[in-house]
């Protein structure tokens, strides 16, 4: 498979502060590659750095075979970059605002409509209202509509789902499954743990460092302990014990449940084995390294 | 072509849509100039003024003599006949001329009245009559002295003649001031905070991963103001012209000439205000305290610039108004033509050059 990104020893530091520490990894052409990680991991900056707008300050890294320092004006016309903060013109209506980009882009909405009807028809209600009236579901849509219409050989999506309620959240990866058949390659990032799975492949990244990239089963697959979840009455005096008690590997709230590990083969009398959700994985991850 | 007009047809859409821009580009301009009527009268010191001595006597010596003394007035020139009066004036060389008829002496100690013609320029009618009014304290006090000698009391008549302004309208002076200051409000100001609201805002971001360059959009940004601009002057002009009456005496495509050329330089100015700058706020407050206020104050706007202290003088040569205010009045108000002001224009020529320049070469292609 032919690479589309490809990620060389890239560092980035702010004044001294270090946001990315030497990451290198490549993403396929076509792939669907999930940048995991909470707030200040660095995810953001790796953005700027691949869709040229900021300087890496040391590595190398290109995409769709070009370099994002050398060769950034034709970068420029083949990526589409959705910002993680809405970023269109809130005082231009929908239609507006996509006929503004796509003459940015040179093109029209016709000439790519087959690729963002999909997207296009769930707004298309709303085409004369203001961009900073719709809903937050819907601004990304739009957002997504205008990274997409000059047909980018290269998605970036910064946090596309942050802020967004559930239900258009799950739409919207919808979308992205989709758009994946056009062989498009998207690099998306997330702090949501629970969208990590529907990637092809995703990195875990923390403090400006990759903890692990695989694919979401590997990742899980490779949860090196027997994972519990556990409930009570009251989970907060339960955490409490658990984390005093010297057998006790880790233990943390996990929604309603206490997701518990093991130093040694505890028998367990009644408390339900699971399997780790990329979640797990990450907190483990984190705290090994 | 078509991705220009989108951008400018975009950058309309965001004036009109936004009612507190609106106000600002449109009915400030006419509210400042109506209110703008009651001009500040201040000291003035230093004139340069001319003594055209017809009667070359005694008591005619005694007068220039007395003024030449004073702080008020500072002696430029003895010309030979009114012609050259008349030039020095074009010229910006005086601004007052003292005009001893040949028979002052002996009208004054055979009739006891002696009358001198005073010729001010009042293209700043405040700066005419306050002027001529210390003129006729000079004289005065000359008159006192006369008297303790002699005890016959002397009488001497001046006859004022105010030149290019002849009714002392007030409006004559200040339509240039609020032409400059409008402009560099509209150009540089609100340019550049409409420049720096898209990187607020984001926009910027999604603008730089496109085939644009930035250069580009930031000009693009540039013309609509600049149209909006030329209307404000047109509309100061019709408005000073028809509701102030003042009228407008030199080749008017001259003054919409002298405009353009500022408002691009003022629109460079914005344009490097808003490449230097991250938030609006910072966008305004720079362009507000580094180029409005020196421009009402050191542009002569308010306060007549040869009354500053010679510092302040030297840096009000930076600020481009100064230029315009200076070579506007010359053609709205003394309808001089183009070879009278060539060398405000070629500064600001060279201004709006060295800015525009500057500019570009600030440009960042990145974040």
Known sequence: MATSI????????????PALNSISFDINQGELFGLIGPDGAGKTSLFRILTTLLLA???????AGLDVVKQYREIRNIVGYMPGKFSLYQDLSVQENLDFFANVFHTSMEENYDLIRDIYVQIEPFKNRRAGKLSGGMKQKLALCCALIHRPQV?????????????????????LKRLKKENITILVSTPYMDEA?????IALIQSGKILSIATPDEITGKYPQKLFAVRSENNYQLLKQLRNDPQVSSAYIFGEYLHVTFKNDVPVIEAEEISPTVEDCFIQLMEMS | MKRFSSFIKKEFLHIFRDIRTMMMLLAMPVILLILFGFAIRTEIMNTPFAVLDESKSASSRQIIERMSGSRYFDLQKNPDNFNEIEKSFRKGEIKLAVIIPEDFS???????????????DASDPNEASIVTSYVQQILMRHQQSLMKEDKIPYTIRTEVKMLYNPQLVSAYNFVPGIMGLVLMLICAMVTS?????????GTMEILLVSPVKPVFIVLSKAIPYLLIAFLDVVLILLISNNILHVPIAGNIFLILFLSTLF??????????????????QAAMLMSGAGLMLPTILLSGLIFPVENM????QLISNIIPAKWFITAIKDVMIKGLGFFSIWQELSILLGMTFFLLVVSIKQFKNRL
């Not at chain 1, 490809?6 to 502060?17: G, L, V």
């Not at chain 2, 002996?106 to 001010?120: C, F, M, P």
């Not at chain 2, 202290?309 to 302040?312: I, K, N, Q």
């Open chain 1, 6 to 17: 490809s990620i060389n020893n890239i560092s980035k530091k702010y004044d001294d502060t």
């Open chain 1, 57 to 63: 300050d040391g590595g190398q890294a290109s995409v």
């Open chain 1, 155 to 175: 998605l970036f999506l910064d946090e596309p789902t942050t802020g967004v309620d559930p239900v258009s959240r799950k739409e919207f990866w919808e979308m």
């Open chain 1, 197 to 201: 799975t529907l990637c092809d492949r």
């Open chain 2, 106 to 120: 002996d009208d004054l100690y055979r009739t006891g009245t002696g009358n001198i013609q005073l010729s001010a």
């Open chain 2, 193 to 201: 905070i409409s420049i720096v609201r898209e990187k607020e805002q």
């Open chain 2, 263 to 280: 408002i691009l330089s003022a629109l460079s100015l914005g344009m490097l205000i808003s490449s230097v700058t991250k938030t609006q």
């Open chain 2, 309 to 312: 202290p010679v510092l302040l």
